[in-house]
């Protein structure tokens, strides 16, 4: 299997645009998380999927992001609109089941300018 | 409030030296996870330890979870350049299972 998959790596984009990322979790798993990492902050979690189902999204910053998961095998975290605190290197990571390893993307940084 | 505590935040030291790094809480883990992350890339799991007072090994790096489960540490013997990255643990648990981190150790290891 080829890991987590993320899309884009890098996104540059301006204060106001709408940015979309990416997400292919590993096949089979049933578990798929969005984080965002930060020097201060650390790596928060924003919102956690089972089995497609959003269980728990109390980590989403405010209304400006939305996630979802139309299927087993792909996630979108969308940022409408974009603003500079908003960068950060962001994380999607799936896992088997609850409880167990979770597998990590490369991420993706962005840079809202 | 932050529920897993990781420290020291920073550590940097000379090849060949051992340390220790940190994670407690206030709150009975059932079980807790060890990540390491290196730049440019996504944490990877190093270890998962379970019951209270367990030690696991993993080469140089040796993993002890307190027997209360409310803390875990994670030592290292003879230190060298490879082993530099974060280090994070992490909890998954409470009423909706989400997999929760500390802040990390962010550990250098100079040749």
């Known amino acids: 299997d080829a890991g987590v998959i993320q899309s884009p790596r890098h996104e540059v984009t301006e204060m106001g645009q709408e940015v979309t990322l990416r997400c292919k979790p590993i096949?089979?798993?049933?578990?798929l998380f969005w984080y965002r990492q930060t020097m201060m902050r650390g790596l928060e979690l924003l919102i956690y999927f089972n089995n497609n189902v959003p269980i728990d999204d109390s980590g989403m910053p405010e209304d400006r992001f939305s996630a979802k998961m139309p299927n087993a095998s792909f996630s979108t975290l969308k940022i409408q609109p974009s603003e500079p605190r908003d960068s950060a290197v962001y994380f999607c990571?799936?896992?088997?089941?609850?409880?167990?390893?979770?597998?990590f993307g490369q991420g993706t940084r962005l840079t809202v300018v | 409030t932050q529920l897993l505590e990781q420290s020291p935040q920073f550590l940097s030291i000379q090849e060949g030296e051992n340390l220790t790094v940190y994670c407690n809480s206030s709150s009975v883990f059932s079980s807790l996870q060890w990540y390491r992350q290196e730049p440019g890339e996504g944490p990877v799991l190093l270890v998962t330890?379970?019951?209270?007072?367990e030690v696991k090994k993993l080469k140089r790096l040796t993993f002890q979870f307190g027997d209360a489960r409310k803390d875990s540490s994670l030592h290292i013997t003879a230190a060298q350049p490879g082993d530099t990255g974060l280090y994070l643990c992490a909890w998954s648990g409470g009423s909706n299972y989400k997999l929760t981190f500390g802040k990390g150790t962010l550990l250098t290891v100079n040749p």
């Open positions: 990571a799936s896992s088997l089941l609850v409880h167990t390893e979770a597998f």
């Open positions: 330890v379970v019951t209270g007072g």
């Open positions: 096949s089979g798993h049933n578990s």
